[in-house]
């Protein structure tokens, strides 16, 4: 898909996804020229709030990370060599290299949020992603602690829409209108491209395959389909380490211990009863 | 931040490719937060006592009137029930970011989110207290009173213990570290807290039940403590010895766990013995929350839990 020029699914007039069909991103981290044109269309289309303006001091991230009120999160890592090539021979020692990752909610195969939302307000979509429904949502702060990458959270409530929890809704409004996530679209250089999920894999096995050959060898795609979590739908092109980039190398869905922990808990309950009865018991005597 | 973000290794391959980006230095983007902290306030932790103490309550309430214990005792118990029901109600809607929606956690029932269990815990919980303390004050008769105070002493134990899933069953690696522990820990520290409130509404009489309830639920809390700090998890609960969540958590342990203990075995006045065991279980579970925010915050703890 990459150079598929106006037949890619970015640039296309329209892309009508038909009910049914999982879609997903990929993000490509050698493509990425940091530019935050995601990050700013994404706050356009969605009118997600400012939420502060912040000096991190660190390169040019003053973003920091996803939030509630940040839905693309564009990272940057100053490196000493090229990427991909850091301890390598290779490159004169005084080249230096970039990284650049366009991180996002991963739309889980299996969501921790939506697992652990109490309300139903977190649903998954007909194209396989997950969406608050802000409407149903009350605030309670469940999915912020069973998101395995620290993705969703509860706006502050002197902002607008206070109060509820927010994340990426993978442009929910747009894929029904045929117009695809607002931030592949503005992305300048289809590192963030959008399209059929089965069709994503392949191009990213394909694009890996591809780096490795020009000697990026620490390129990798990162999308976990052997843990709980299952897989991702917003698939990812690292260089190098996931840890670098803050995604856990083994996400796990936390219900996965549901079933021990409530074991726990009902033979606790069952404990305390017979304690109380032993004790008038012994009393009695 | 150049050089020492990255640090240099040789190459690994023999073929002359280079090798693999090594890791950064500073765990994760530079030493960021991988998890988002729990967004909990006050009421929280105080939720948790208060839903563990009524919890705690209602299985005394239910077993004395089984070993017809005299009213004096089984009355208190039930009133303490529910109003801490109705207190822990309170306090859940105050949390919400959005209070007046707080009856959506109630529009359906979802296996997979100790939330959503919890609150029908409660809702159940409240329902079936009130039932058993209406009928034991208006004298509606034996049948009401058992349909709520047998309910009412199963649902009690749930919701002590809950809390402990609640908060295990979560991605926040200090917590996930002890997700068989905590309901355990939750709930025999609520039984205690409703042995100790109910002999403080009883005018600080300490009678013998509840002085044994109080002595098995302070030896609880010892093994408790010494379980969680001898299977100690490296960085993932280390939130758990650092800061003052630490502070809390284990100042709150010593009150609830060596500090009763030793009173009780010097037959200390019930009245100091009970405000030891109360304040250490709520100070206990403020140590829990801060702890918890600390260890989600930390992005090594994060990282090496999801290994
Ligand atoms: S990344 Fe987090 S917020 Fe996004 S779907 Fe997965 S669990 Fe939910």
Redesign the interface.
């Known amino acids: 898909m990459i150079g598929d020029g106006k037949d890619s699914t970015n640039q296309r007039e329209n892309t009508f996804v038909a009910d049914g069909t999982t879609v997903g991103f990929l993000t490509d981290v050698t493509l990425c020229i940091g530019c935050k044109a995601c990050e700013v269309a994404c706050k356009e289309w969605n009118g997600v709030p400012d939420d502060g303006y912040v000096f991190t001091g ?2 040019y991230d003053n973003t ?2 996803l ?1 509630g009120s940040t839905w693309r999160h564009v ?1 940057f ?5 090229p ?8 490159a004169p020692p005084d080249d ?1 290299g970039w990284l650049f990752y366009s991180d996002v909610c991963k739309h889980c195969e299996r969501a ?1 949020c939506l ?7 977190i649903v998954r979509t007909e194209t396989g992603g997950v969406f608050v429904q802000d409407d ?7 999915c ?12 502050d ?1 002197d902002l607008p829409g ?4 927010y994340k990426c809704t993978f442009c929910y409004d747009r894929q029904k209108g045929g117009g695809g996530p607002a931030c592949a679209k503005a992305c300048p250089t289809e590192s963030i491209r959008f399209g059929p999920l089965d069709l994503l894999r392949a191009e990213a096995d394909r694009r890996v395959d591809t780096l490795h050959a020009r ?1 990026v ?2 390129a990798t795609l990162y999308d976990p389909r052997d843990t709980s979590v299952g897989g991702v739908h917003a698939l990812s092109i690292l ?3 996931p ?4 995604l ?5 869905v ?2 996965t ?2 079933l ?14 017979a ?10 005597r | ?3 020492d ?2 640090p ?4 690994t ?1 023999g073929s002359g ?8 230095r500073a ?4 030493g ?5 902290p ?3 306030t006050w009421e929280v932790p105080l939720y948790f006592f208060v839903g563990g103490l009524a919890g ?1 309550a209602a ?2 309430a ?3 009137a ?2 017809r ?1 005299p009213k004096a005792l089984v009355l208190p118990a039930l009133v303490l029930a529910v109003v801490g029901a109705a207190i822990s109600a309170g306090l859940l809607v105050l ?5 007046t ?2 009856l ?2 109630l ?2 029932f ?7 269990v919890g ?1 029908w815990i409660l809702s159940g919980f409240g329902g079936a207290a009130a039932l058993a303390l209406a009928s034991a004050l208006f004298h509606l008769g034996p049948v009401l009173f058992w349909l709520g105070a047998g309910p009412a ?2 649902l009690g ?2 919701l ?3 809390t ?9 690696p200090a917590w ?1 570290a002890h ?6 820990h939750f ?2 520290a ?2 205690g807290c409703g042995a100790a409130a109910i002999a403080l509404a009883m005018g600080g009489r300490l ?4 002085r ?2 109080l002595l ?1 639920a302070s030896l609880a809390e010892v093994v408790m403590g010494l379980w969680i700090v001898a299977r100690r998890h490296g960085a993932r609960d280390r939130a758990l010895y650092h800061g003052h969540g630490a502070w809390l958590l284990h100042g709150g342990g010593t009150l609830t766990g060596p500090a009763t203990t030793l009173l009780l075995l010097v037959h200390a006045p019930a009245v100091l013995v009970a405000i030891a065991f109360l304040v250490g279980a709520l100070i206990n579970r403020y140590g829990w929350v801060l702890a ?1 925010k600390a260890s ?1 915050a930390d ?1 090594e703890a ?2 090496e ?3």
Request: charged share 15%; proline share 11%.
């Open positions: 660190q390169s920091g990370a939030s990272q890592h100053e490196l000493d060599a990427a991909g090539r850091e301890g390598g021979g290779a230096l921790g697992e652990a939302c109490p309300t139903g307000a149903v949502c009350n605030g309670c702060g469940y912020v602690v069973g998101c395995p990458f620290g993705v969703i959270g509860r706006r409530a206070g109060g509820g929890a000697g060898t620490g260089v190098g380490d840890e670098r980039y803050g856990p190398r083994a996400p796990e936390p219900s211990r549901l021990r922990s409530w074991l726990s808990a009902g033979l606790t309950t069952a404990a305390m009863l304690i109380t009865a032993l004790a008038f018991a012994l009393a009695a | 931040m150049r050089g973000d990255v240099t290794t040789p190459p391959s490719r280079p090798a693999p980006a090594p890791a950064p765990p994760g983007y530079f960021r937060p991988v998890l988002k729990p967004v909990w705690g299985v005394i239910g077993v004395a089984v070993a214990a949390d919400l970011g959005r209070p929606r707080f959506n956690m529009r359906v979802k296996p997979t989110s100790p939330m959503s609150a002493a199963v134990g749930l002590a213990t809950y402990g899933v609640l908060i295990g069953v979560t991605t926040v996930a997700d068989r522990t905590l309901p355990v709930g025999m609520g039984l009678v013998p039940p509840l044994t309830i098995a918890g989600a992005p994060a990282l839990a999801a290994r």
